[in-house]
C-alpha cells in the first residue's frame, strides 16, 4: 500500500514529469552507434537522480556507460535493487516512422518515440516513484540501489564481469526489473521465467573458390546442398529437434500452470492474424501454442547465406555456405550441454568434401523465478493496487539476461514487474507507450517500495 499524498503527488505532476520523459526520449542513445548521446543521457541520469536525493555516478565499461544510484535510510531497513535500461535499439527504418523517433509525441493516448517503452518509459517510472515517496510520503520507505544499462540493446557484452565488480554496493533484499510487457492490455502480468538462447553459426566450406557447375558438378560436395540437409534434418516431421539429448533436461510444465495458462484471454487465430500468417505451423506437434512459445525449446534458423544471390544467373559451386541458428532453451537446460550436442550433430552431417565450422555468438541460461518469495508477493499487490486487477503469471519465450545474472551473481530472484503492451512495437518502427501504463506504472513501482516494508 502507498499513502494518498504519494498517489496524489504522482497524479499532480504527471504533466512535469511527462516532459521529463521527453528530455531523456530525445537523446538517441543507441548502443552500437557513436558514444556521445549515450553518455549524455546517461549523466542526465545522473543529475536527475541527484535530484530525488539519491548518489548517483557514471561507471565506465569497454561500452557506453553504467549508471550506479543508491539510497541509504536505515540500517534496519531491507534494501530494493531497481534495473533499466537506458540504450535503445536504432530506428531503422526510418521511412516508415509516422513522427520522428526522437522527438516525442502524444498521439492516440500514446507516447511515440524510440525507447518510449523500451525502457526508458518503463524506468523512468521508478523514479517518479522515488520522488513522490521524497516529496509527499515522509521519504522512500526503503533502502534503494539502481543500475541503469547502457548495452543491454547490444547483449549487455560487459554486464557479468560489470556485477562481479560492483557485486558488494549491488547487494539487495530483493531486486525489480521493468523490462516485459503485460499479457493482454488491463492484464497485469509477473513473468517468472525467461528462455534462455544459444545461438550459433555454422560454415561449411568446400572448393577453395567458387568454381565452374558444368565442369564441377557431380565431382565435389556443394556447400549450399550439404548445408540445406543439415538445417532441413534437424528437425522431424513432428517439429522436434533430432539433436542427440536436446530434451534430456527439459523441465515439463506443472499441471496447475497448463490450467492458468488455459485461463488467459489468448485467441490463436487473431495471434495469427497478427503475425500476417494464415495459420501457426511452427514447434512441436501435441503442445499448445503457449506451451509451445513459453516452456518447450526450439531450434530456428536465422539467416542463410552463400553462392550468387544477384540478378540473373552464375552458374557456379560456391566455395561456402553458413547459417545462423538460435536456440531458445527452457529451464534445467544448460547451453554448453546443448551446444556440445549441436556440434557432434554437425559432425555427424558434415559430408565428405566439406569443412565444417562451428561458432558459438551467444549464449544465456533459462530462468525459472519463485513465484512465492516475498518480493513476488510484494510486487503482486503493487500491481493489483496500481492496475485494478490481480496480475497474471506468465512465461515468456525470449531472454532478459541481466534475471539470470542476478540470480546467479547477486543472488536474487528478480521480480519481472513490466508495464508495456504486446502492441507497443518494441524494436520495431512506431514504439509507443500507452500514458496510462506511464503514470500507473508509476505507482506500481511506489507501492513495490511501501510493500517491502510488510
Given at each position: 500500500m502507498i499513502a494518498e499524498a504519494v498517489t496524489q503527488y504522482l497524479r499532480s505532476n504527471r504533466q512535469r514529469h511527462l516532459a521529463e520523459l521527453f528530455e531523456l526520449l530525445r537523446f538517441p542513445s543507441v548502443a552500437n552507434s557513436e558514444p556521445h548521446a549515450c553518455r549524455q543521457a546517461a549523466e542526465w541520469l545522473v543529475r536527475r537522480l541527484g535530484k530525488c536525493g539519491l548518489q548517483a555516478r557514471t561507471v565506465a565499461t569497454?561500452?557506453?556507460?553504467?549508471?550506479?544510484?543508491?539510497?541509504?535510510?536505515?540500517?534496519?531497513?531491507?534494501?530494493?535493487?531497481l534495473y533499466g535500461h537506458y540504450d535503445v535499439q536504432p530506428p531503422d527504418p526510418l521511412e516508415q516512422w509516422h513522427s520522428a523517433p526522437f522527438e516525442p509525441v502524444v498521439r492516440d493516448g500514446a507516447i511515440w518515440a524510440r525507447g518510449a517503452n523500451?525502457?526508458?518509459?518503463?524506468?523512468?517510472?521508478?523514479?517518479?516513484?522515488?520522488?513522490?515517496?521524497?516529496?509527499?510520503?515522509?521519504?522512500?520507505?526503503?533502502?534503494?540501489?539502481?543500475?541503469?544499462?547502457?548495452?543491454?540493446?547490444?547483449?549487455?557484452?560487459d554486464m557479468e564481469k560489470f556485477l562481479a565488480a560492483h557485486a558488494g554496493e549491488l547487494s539487495a533484499d530483493a531486486a525489480v526489473i521493468?523490462?516485459?510487457?503485460?499479457?493482454?492490455?488491463?492484464?497485469?502480468s509477473i513473468t517468472y521465467s525467461l528462455r534462455g538462447l544459444a545461438y550459433v553459426e555454422?560454415?561449411?566450406?568446400?572448393?577453395?573458390?567458387?568454381?565452374?557447375?558444368?565442369?564441377?558438378?557431380?565431382?565435389?560436395?556443394?556447400?549450399?546442398?550439404?548445408?540445406?540437409?543439415?538445417?532441413?534434418?534437424?528437425h522431424d516431421n513432428a517439429g522436434r529437434v533430432t539433436l542427440a539429448g536436446f530434451?534430456?533436461?527439459?523441465?515439463?510444465?506443472?499441471?496447475?500452470?497448463?490450467?492458468?495458462?488455459?485461463?488467459?484471454?489468448?485467441?490463436?487465430?487473431?495471434?495469427?492474424r497478427g503475425l500476417g500468417v494464415e495459420s501457426l505451423g511452427g514447434g512441436e506437434a501435441g503442445f499448445s501454442v503457449l506451451e509451445r512459445r513459453w516452456a518447450r525449446p526450439t531450434l530456428d534458423a536465422n539467416g542463410i547465406a552463400g553462392g550468387y544471390a544477384g540478378v540473373g544467373s552464375k552458374t557456379i559451386i560456391p566455395a561456402q555456405a553458413s547459417v545462423k541458428i538460435s536456440m531458445r532453451l527452457v529451464p534445467n537446460q544448460n547451453p554448453a550441454k546443448v551446444v556440445e550436442g549441436f556440434r557432434q550433430y554437425v559432425t555427424e552431417h558434415t559430408p565428405p568434401g566439406i569443412r565444417a565450422?562451428?561458432?558459438?555468438?551467444?549464449g544465456a541460461r533459462p530462468v525459472m523465478l519463485n513465484t512465492r518469495s516475498p518480493a513476488m508477493e510484494a510486487g503482486k499487490a503493487a500491481l493489483a493496487e496500481a492496475f485494478g486487477a490481480a496480475p497474471a503469471m506468465v512465461r515468456c519465450g525470449a531472454s532478459v539476461p541481466i534475471t539470470e545474472l542476478f540470480q546467479r551473481l547477486l543472488g536474487l530472484d528478480a521480480v519481472l514487474m513490466g508495464f508495456g503492451l504486446p502492441d507497443d512495437n518494441l524494436h520495431?518502427?512506431?514504439?509507443?507507450?500507452?500514458?496510462?501504463?506511464?503514470?500507473?506504472?508509476?505507482?506500481?513501482?511506489?507501492?513495490?517500495?511501501?510493500?517491502?516494508?510488510?
Open positions: 569497454a561500452g557506453q556507460p553504467n549508471v550506479l544510484a543508491s539510497l541509504h535510510v536505515g540500517d534496519d531497513l531491507p534494501t530494493l535493487l523500451d525502457d526508458k518509459g518503463q524506468l523512468y517510472a521508478h523514479i517518479m516513484a522515488i520522488e513522490a515517496w521524497q516529496q509527499a510520503g515522509g521519504g522512500v520507505p526503503v533502502n534503494l540501489r539502481m543500475l541503469l544499462e547502457g548495452e543491454e540493446e547490444v547483449g549487455s557484452p521493468s523490462d516485459s510487457e503485460f499479457f493482454a492490455e488491463n492484464l497485469p555454422v560454415t561449411f566450406r568446400g572448393p577453395s573458390a567458387d568454381i565452374h557447375s558444368g565442369i564441377n558438378g557431380g565431382a565435389v560436395s556443394n556447400p549450399i546442398n550439404a548445408l540445406a540437409r543439415l538445417v532441413a534434418g534437424m530434451y534430456d533436461d527439459v523441465l515439463p510444465l506443472t499441471e496447475a500452470e497448463r490450467q492458468q495458462w488455459d485461463a488467459l484471454p489468448f485467441d490463436q487465430a487473431e495471434y495469427a565450422d562451428v561458432k558459438l555468438n551467444a520495431s518502427p512506431n514504439e509507443h507507450y500507452k500514458l496510462e501504463q506511464f503514470y500507473r506504472g508509476a505507482i506500481a513501482s511506489a507501492a513495490m517500495m511501501g510493500n517491502m516494508m510488510k
